[in-house]
């Protein structure tokens, strides 16, 4: 079925072989870089973006929290670890802590209040964190920069030996690691208990309880743990471009990070990795086509996923199989 | 933890405004207790459930678990300290499997729900442990297909075998027979008549001849209020209960 389906007493694969997705994973990270060699900074966007997505996809995807304010972790993570870079220290690990520790607090102060919503409430009071937080990086200018960005961040070598090069070859192979971390770890996450228990909330809360389960504390740990992940996407971005401006906040990019894990399949990790890269390549090729009229290809892909592939790409396969036999 | 009195309520009240859909309802559940709770559409059993497992609040009286007091404790905490329920309606993890809809409950009752890193079918004795329930409501074939898939008694049964993981020490069958085919319906009967002695069992039903078939006790609840209790055949002989299920027009 998914990846995040347990079958009992037998590790998940693809097709039967340990380890497959992660390989192909790794073959196409490493295709790429050699293909598109001046592509590397779209190429680490893209990366970026993934994790964004894979943030969402835990919240989302597993526990069914609907947000459309997950930039308001990302900005956060972003605003924290530019900061720290400015007036503290430019060396790129402890900043993605800061990062990912400044989404967590924001997402657990803000769950605390938010997790007892539900439905459109939920959506609406997800939209306002991120527009609060926007408002607050727009009028703390001192601060951040206000409308023109955080500007001075200067990243010192990652872990002491590799310096942010002007290709962005460091940046990208740096980006790929924490991705890749972050991947794995959720993966362990999805077939755990606490994965499965997520799963269990998003299908039937009311059986949660009435298993004894503290579904408000489960949803809290869930929207902390997705905004740890997106603070850290937001301090990879602040780190990568040296750059912080307030658009880590629009509602736009906490859109796009819907648009692309409905894309690919909610609650599937490599659903929501190639929605991102799908999404984005499309995004890439088509605005440099049509400036004007790009959306109108996304639109047409979205609308063909959610009436063909409800379940998104990620169920490409298995649907052409069943195709195939002759089972709808 | 001493005394081993079980459910025990005592003077229970609930009022929506000037509504009341349960008054001064006393009622004893010991252990091994077979105790059908039955009445007309409307007569406040479902309420009556709600006020049990904490999903309402009552406005007055006592609900003690083997002497602790339970009107402090939140659903989720009250199903800790052994009272839990089937619903009316099966709901079940319904994209899940038989096994992984067992499991969870399991892993809430073991506290390793929060682990995040082992797998959760990693536990070999928690395994076996569903394994043996699987084979005791005779689901053995059924462990490893979705819930959606299987006939509705079969889902009512895995509803009683996952509630059943979490060892209560009171269990609450909202309709058990509800929704299922008559010729199912000995499926039901048959796993209640397997359900642990120590445990006791309020049933609220319609069916009659489930209810006859494996109650002890009978509590009949009218308007909020009981009108009478009393075994089987007191109550099958009770003027009052034979008016109110078969109208008085019949003799």
């Not at chain 1, 430019?90 to 769950?111: D, T």
């Not at chain 1, 994965?195 to 740990?221: C, D, K, N, T």
Request: proline content about 4%; hydrophobic content about 50%; aromatic content about 8%.
């Amino acid at each position: 079925m998914s990846d995040t389906t347990l079958t009992p007493k037998r590790t998940r694969t693809i097709a039967g072989i340990p380890f497959l997705g992660e390989a192909i994973l790794i073959a196409v990270v490493i295709g790429a870089y050699f293909l598109f060699p001046y592509n590397l900074a779209f190429l680490t966007r893209i990366l970026i973006m993934v994790l964004l997505v894979l943030s969402l996809d835990l919240v989302l995807g597993f526990a069914g929290i609907a947000t459309l304010g997950q930039a308001a972790m990302y900005g956060t993570g972003a605003y924290a670890a530019g900061l720290f870079a400015v007036h503290v220290t430019g060396a790129p690990l402890p900043g993605l802590v800061v990062g990912a520790v400044a989404g967590a607090a924001l997402a657990f102060l803000s769950g605390l209040v938010l997790m007892r919503a539900k439905g459109l409430t939920l959506i609406m009071l997800t939209i306002a964190v991120a527009s609060i937080c926007h408002e607050i990086a727009n009028k703390a200018r001192d601060v951040t920069g206000g409308a023109d960005g955080l500007r001075g961040i200067r990243m010192e070598p990652v872990a002491g030996l590799f310096e942010f090069d002007f290709i962005g070859k460091t940046a990208y192979w740096y980006v790929f690691v924490v991705v890749f971390v972050v991947f794995l770890l959720l993966k362990r996450l999805a077939n755990a208990p606490l994965g499965q228990s997520l799963r269990g909330i998003h299908e039937s809360p009311e059986r949660m309880a009435a298993i004894g389960a503290p579904v408000y504390r489960r949803l809290v740990l869930a929207y902390t743990l997705g905004g740890g992940i997106a603070g850290l996407a937001g301090a990879l971005a602040a780190q990568v471009t040296q750059l912080v401006s307030l658009e880590v906040y629009s509602f736009n990019l906490s859109a796009e990070a819907l648009i692309m894990l409905i894309l690919g399949g909610t609650g599937r990790l490599y659903g929501a990795i190639i929605g991102t890269v799908i999404f984005m390549t499309v995004h890439h090729v088509a605005a440099a086509a049509d400036p004007f009229n790009w959306l109108f290809l996304i639109g047409l892909m979205v609308l063909g996923v959610v009436f063909f592939l409800p379940k998104g790409l990620a169920h490409l396969p298995t649907a052409l199989t069943r195709l195939v036999r002759g089972r709808t | 933890m001493t005394q081993a009195t079980g459910l025990r309520v005592r003077g229970l009240n609930k009022n929506f405004g000037g509504l009341t859909v349960a008054q001064d309802i006393n009622l004893d559940l010991p252990p091994g207790a077979r105790t059908a709770l039955i009445g007309p559409n409307g007569a406040g059993k479902t309420t009556f459930s709600n006020l049990i497992t904490g999903i309402l609040t009552p406005s007055a009286g006592e609900i003690t678990l083997n002497g602790h007091d339970l009107r402090a404790l939140n659903e989720a905490q009250r199903v800790k300290a052994g009272v839990a329920k089937t619903f009316q309606i099966t709901t079940l993890f319904r994209d899940l499997t038989v096994r992984q809809n067992l499991r969870l409950a399991q892993q809430e009752r073991d506290g390793r729900a929060q682990s995040w890193f082992r797998r959760a079918d990693s536990w070999p004795e928690a395994e076996d442990e569903i394994d043996a329930q699987l084979a005791a409501f005779r689901l053995s074939d059924m462990g490893d297909k979705r819930v959606d898939d299987l006939a509705y008694g079969q889902q009512r049964l895995v509803e009683m075998a996952m509630t059943l993981m979490l060892k209560p020490r009171v269990l609450i069958l909202d309709e058990p027979a509800a929704g299922v085919p008559s010729s199912d319906s000995h499926l039901i009967t048959d796993a209640i008549e397997r359900l642990p002695d120590d445990l006791a069992v309020l049933i609220i039903e319609h069916d009659m001849k489930l209810v006859f078939q494996v109650a002890r006790s009978i509590v009949v609840l009218v308007n909020g209020a009981i009108l009478t209790q009393g075994t089987p055949d007191e109550i099958a002989a009770n003027q009052q209960v034979r008016d109110l299920y078969l109208g008085g027009h019949h003799d």
